[in-house]
């Protein structure tokens, strides 16, 4: 069913009873030509793109829990390309130029909100690093503006500017950028798969990897052994215990993020707001809680749930940075478990194994590239052949040399 | 769970006064071994969901490098070696 005025004014006058579901629940056929393992929203972007633009269609993707339970639905719902290194820019503006024409692809309302996002810096170092990263994205097309703290006062008076060891001296803002609905995103790519024929099959995991003579052959799974032509992975969080199925050894480690909630409010906050003095960032819902985050936990984990002592990290950031923060209650938390790459940057490539295909490594900035991040794997696994602006995330880079480390912090992933 | 740590030097401390450097399994190489190996040392982990080793840094105590043997999924943490008594045993 197409979405539009009409079909809301003809549901709406038969009682919002006939509308259908968004997806079949689809049981497993015994192969396909491409399985795709993990229903989160780069696993269906994944099949989406497969079917529509590759002409892939005998393909399944596989989900151990209900779509939208993993990391599509545990994030801030950021999207931005506000990168520095030749090898990611280009990538985040594909996936932002995609997000801009995402709800006219899918014909689905994913709540696209080009609000800004805005980088704050509290030291004349910290101002040129963000010029520098201005000037980059500039180079690649993309604009980028430094407001000054004249400026900034006027549009974010709420900032505490006068912070004895941050005081904000202006920031790095990108118009484009802003947030979208996380769940919206997963529901509307995993409709748009399904019409172009895409089995979503959920509540099935992938228990082992089947090989003969070196290739994959299927996978057996909760509901039984299911054969394909060619396996992609896109398990994130879990990504070394799918892999570790086919023996491949991973420069991953799973970590937990943490992100809150609090109470409904008026809108307050314009903008996605990042504190470059800590690591912090907010933005308000329409629904109009606020919806922040700070750094990840530090240690390794597989649970998802968070640990008090970061969530009172976060809160004191926040604070420092919108001292009325204080005075607002948190309502959930919540996390997730991310693929920390040992660079920070994220992974699409081949594996050493010929029809096996690997998307991991999205540390905590998976959300905003689901579109090209689905593009590029589709390419990947369709042509058998990178796509160009995917061609920095290899396996291999940490061997030859050409680590993406935006941060700067080397191959430490609780650093990035 | 992984708030609380208990220091074999300053008993029962939260993880704040901690710096945590990561896997405590891997054995550096010998300078001389392959550029593999090296790779591996480096870049690649187990990432086990279940028991792992780990270096903790008592950094806002006795200083000193400790391996904590934690569960990564129930975040229950089985035990705390001072790191050279660690590297002693496993004679590293």
């Not at chain 1, 801009?100 to 805005?118: A, H």
């Not at chain 1, 609090?262 to 800590?278: F, R, S």
């Amino acid at each position: 069913m197409r979405y539009s005025a009409f079909s809301i004014v003809k549901n709406a006058l038969s009682g919002n009873l006939k509308w259908k579901p968004q997806w079949r629940q689809a049981e497993p056929k015994s192969h396909y030509d491409v399985i795709i393992v993990g229903g989160g929203g780069h696993g269906l972007a994944t099949a989406y793109y497969l079917a529509k633009e590759f002409g892939v269609k005998n393909v399944a993707v596989l989900e151990k829990g209900y779509l939208g339970s993993g990391n599509v639905g545990r994030n801030t719902t950021i999207v931005r390309s506000n990168y520095m290194l030749p090898g990611n820019e280009p990538f985040y503006e594909f996936s932002m130029k995609l997000w801009e024409g995402l709800e006219r692809e899918l014909n689905y309302n994913v709540m696209l909100s080009q609000r800004g996002v805005i980088m704050l810096y509290h030291s004349d170092g910290q101002r040129d690093a963000y010029i520098r990263r201005g000037n980059a994205m500039w180079m690649e097309g993309v604009a980028a503006e430094l407001i000054e703290r004249d400026q900034l006062k006027k549009m974010i008076p709420f900032l505490n500017y006068d912070h004895a060891r941050y005081p904000i001296l202006g920031g790095l803002l990108q118009r484009r950028a802003g947030t979208a609905r996380h769940d919206a995103v997963a529901w509307g790519y995993a409709r748009g798969a399904d019409r172009h024929g895409v089995d979503i099959i959920e509540h099935c995991e992938v228990t082992a990897i089947r090989r003969e003579n070196g290739v994959v052959t299927g996978v057996e799974t909760t509901k039984g052994f299911i054969g394909c032509g060619k396996l992609a992975l896109a398990a994130a969080g879990n990504t070394s215990r799918v892999g570790e199925m086919a023996d491949l050894k991973l420069p991953i480690e799973s970590h937990v993020l943490q992100a809150f909630v609090t109470e409904g409010l008026k809108p307050c906050i314009d903008h996605v707001i990042v504190y470059g003095g800590g690591h912090f960032y907010i933005s308000q819902s329409d629904k109009g809680g606020l919806v922040f985050g700070g750094e990840i936990d530090g240690y390794t984990s597989y649970a998802q749930r968070g640990n008090l002592a970061t969530a009172e990290h976060v809160m004191e950031e926040g604070v420092t940075m919108i001292p009325g923060l204080s005075r607002v209650r948190v309502l959930r938390s919540w996390a997730g478990v991310m693929d920390m790459s040992m660079d920070g940057s994220p992974i699409i490539d081949r594996t050493p194994i010929d029809n096996l295909y690997l998307n991991c490594g999205w540390c905590y900035g998976g959300f905003k590239a689901t579109p090209a991040s689905g593009y590029c794997f589709a390419h990947l696994i369709a042509k058998n052949d990178t796509h160009p602006v995917a061609r920095f995330l290899r396996l291999d880079r940490f061997a030859r040399g050409y680590a993406v480390d935006e941060a700067g912090a080397g191959p430490q992933p609780n650093l990035h | 769970m992984a708030s609380l740590i208990t220091c074999p030097h300053c008993g029962v401390r939260p993880k704040e006064e901690f710096t945590i450097r990561g896997d405590a399994s891997l054995v550096r190489p010998a300078p001389t071994a392959s550029d593999e190996t090296w790779h591996d040392y480096v870049y690649v982990r187990a990432n086990p969901r279940g028991r792992t080793l780990e270096h903790w840094q008592h950094a806002g105590g006795c200083r000193r490098f400790l391996v904590v043997e934690r569960d990564t999924f129930t975040h229950e943490v089985y035990s705390v070696t001072d790191g050279a008594a660690f590297a002693r045993e496993n004679g590293k």
